[in-house]
């Protein structure tokens, strides 16, 4: 079993636990500090959504540097358990919810809660981008929510008009972009 590391916050140093699947691909610790770098600030109290979670390593974080509360929302029942494993090891459960369905299911179910971040790294043979960001803006986002969305470092993301780039940065494989809405 391999280990993806939290950065930075109250839990810098710890280690998570990952396991070994082909489409589990932890958010490179380059752009995780990039991104905490950018993000800090505004954590303190901030309700985040961990969607597509796989190791959890954004939501982690994100509670790590001030978040006070996380939902990580993860299919895969292997994935699901390891990432319930690693809320006991760290004695997160009260703070990080950990929700096995997929990522449009949590979307279209989920009612009456909005979120001050949104992690949104998805497969990236799939274009969940053009397919969830409009859905998820709508219904879960509020206003001047940030979002994270990490892609394959050549592809060009195509977002919400109401999406304004504030910065991106990438390493190895992967892009990292963080989004602000911005209601007109």
Request: positive net charge; contains cysteine; aromatic residues 8%.
């Amino acid at each position: 079993m391999s280990s993806v590391r939290i950065i930075s916050g109250t839990l810098g140093g710890r280690r998570i636990k990952t396991i070994k699947n082909k489409n589990l691909k932890p958010t490179p610790e380059k752009l995780r500090e990039q991104l905490f770098s950018w993000i800090r600030p505004e954590l303190s109290g901030a309700r985040c959504l961990d969607l597509f979670a796989g190791s959890g390593a954004l939501g982690f974080e994100a509670l790590s540097n001030g978040a006070s509360a996380v939902v990580m929302v993860e299919q895969n029942p292997d994935i699901y358990r390891n990432l319930k494993e690693n809320c006991e090891l760290i004695d997160s459960e009260s703070t990080i919810n950990v929700v096995r369905q997929s990522a449009e299911d949590f979307i279209r179910r989920t009612k009456e809660k909005k979120f001050d971040f949104i992690f949104f790294d998805p497969p990236y043979i799939k274009d969940y981008v053009k397919l969830l960001i409009p859905k998820l803006l709508s219904k879960l986002a509020r206003d001047g929510v940030k979002i994270y969305i990490e892609t394959d470092a050549h592809e060009t993301v195509h977002t919400h008009s109401e999406l304004c780039l504030i910065n991106s940065s990438s390493s190895g494989k992967a892009k990292g972009h963080l989004y602000e809405l911005s209601k007109s």
